[in-house]
Structures are given as structure tokens and as C-alpha cells.
């Protein structure tokens, strides 16, 4: 069974601070990788998709890694603002196979 | 304006009842999933469906029913099995290709 961790749990930083959040798995047979953003209450926002044959996916300020053979992805976020505070949580989703699985989240405070 | 819609917001159920959370896309979206999130953990899978009458069981189903007679709606019934029903159910959704994601806003059951 796909094991997903992220650490640290909750994670505080002035604003203007790059972030770094880490995702690790423990099965290396992925189709891909998925970054989420959630607000407290709310639903889940797609941030980031990484496929297995990629090593890394941008989105303006967001920058996502990955490496399979260790079992690890990063979420780089540049130049953080108190609007990025939130929960972000990594999934992965095996080869053949339909579903994620989701690890339990890094809540982000970004102090102004 | 496409998208995943639930309701309610919020449910209270009684001790022995069996209430009924909606789901609803327009995303055209074959796959749709029903996910329980509790404090500090990550998203844990319930049911899911890939095609309309068919569905499976996912890490979590015991208490737990759904039905898919259309493609757009994907509810789910929490039993009066379900002893810890407390928490924040959601549904998502993704297209053909498996690929990104999609949640709705979430419903919070509360019991009374």
C-alpha cells in the first residue's frame, strides 16, 4: 500500500521567504503526482501535475520536483505572500491503478 | 461556468438516521470519487466510480453506500453503521484521461 508523508506538519515564515514543501512515498511505481491547495472549510485546488516522465512542472511562483528513484517531490513557492497561507497536500497515484493517495498535509502560515 | 457542486454545507444527523450527501458535475467527467477528511489526517478514499451503474469500494466503505444512475451525479448515503460520522466529506471528479483532479466544497456532517 502507497504510504504519502509530508513533513513538517505546519510550517511558519516571514513573508518574502521561499517556501519549500516536501512529499515523500514509499512506492515508486507512480503514473503521477499532484499538488493541492486547500483553505480551511474548503475544497481542494489543484495546483501542480507531474507526470512519472517528468522531473518538474512551473507555474508562475510554484515550482514542483520530482524523483521517483528516491521517492520524493518538492513544492517550491517563491517570494511567499499571507495569501499563500493555506494547506497544501501532495497525492500520488500509482500505474494502473484509479485512485490517490493523499498525504496529511503541510499547513503554511505566511506572516505579514 | 463548469464545476462540482455538493450540498449541503452542513449536515446534522441524529443518532439511527441515514442521511444523504449530493454531488454534482458538469465537468463531463467520467470518474467521480467521494473522500472523508478528519482533523490532521489525509484524505481518506470512500467509494468511487469510473462509469455510470458501476462503482468500488475504496480504503473506508463500512457505513457508507452510494449510487451512480447518471453521470453528472454521484450521492452518498452515510448508514446508521457508520458509528464515527463525524467529518468533512468530499467528492471529486476527474476527465477520461485520469488526470487532474477536480473537488467540490465539501459537506461537514455533524451528529446531534
Known amino acids: 500500500k502507497q504510504e504519502v508523508t509530508q513533513i513538517p506538519a505546519a510550517l511558519s515564515v516571514p513573508e518574502g521567504e521561499n517556501l519549500v514543501l516536501n512529499c515523500s512515498f514509499t512506492?515508486?511505481?507512480?503514473?503521477?503526482l499532484q499538488w493541492f491547495r486547500q483553505d480551511p472549510g474548503k475544497g481542494l485546488t489543484s495546483l501542480l501535475l507531474i507526470q512519472s516522465s517528468q522531473r518538474e512542472q512551473t507555474s508562475g511562483r510554484l515550482n514542483a520536483s520530482l524523483d521517483k528513484s528516491s521517492g520524493r517531490s518538492t513544492l517550491y513557492i517563491a517570494a511567499s505572500q499571507p495569501g499563500d497561507s493555506a494547506t497544501y497536500l501532495c497525492?500520488?497515484?500509482?500505474?494502473?491503478?484509479?485512485?490517490?493517495?493523499f498525504g496529511a498535509g503541510t499547513t503554511v502560515t505566511v506572516r505579514a | 461556468d463548469g464545476g462540482i457542486t455538493q450540498s449541503p454545507k452542513y449536515l446534522f444527523r441524529k443518532e439511527g438516521q441515514n442521511v444523504t450527501l449530493s454531488c454534482e458535475q458538469n465537468l463531463n467527467h467520467d470518474a467521480m470519487y467521494w473522500y472523508r477528511q478528519d482533523p490532521g489526517q489525509g484524505l481518506r478514499l470512500i467509494y468511487y466510480s469510473q462509469i455510470v451503474n458501476d462503482f468500488q469500494k475504496g480504503d473506508i466503505a463500512e457505513g457508507y453506500s452510494v449510487s451512480r444512475e447518471k453521470k453528472e451525479s454521484f450521492p452518498l448515503t452515510v448508514t446508521s453503521a457508520q458509528k464515527n460520522p463525524t467529518a468533512f466529506y468530499l467528492c471529486?471528479?476527474?476527465?477520461?484521461?485520469?488526470?487532474?483532479?477536480?473537488f467540490g466544497p465539501g459537506t461537514r456532517l455533524l451528529v446531534l
Open positions: 512506492d515508486s511505481a507512480i503514473y503521477n
Open positions: 471529486a471528479s476527474t476527465g477520461r484521461e485520469q488526470e487532474t483532479q477536480y
Open positions: 497525492a500520488v497515484r500509482l500505474l494502473y491503478d484509479y485512485k490517490l493517495s
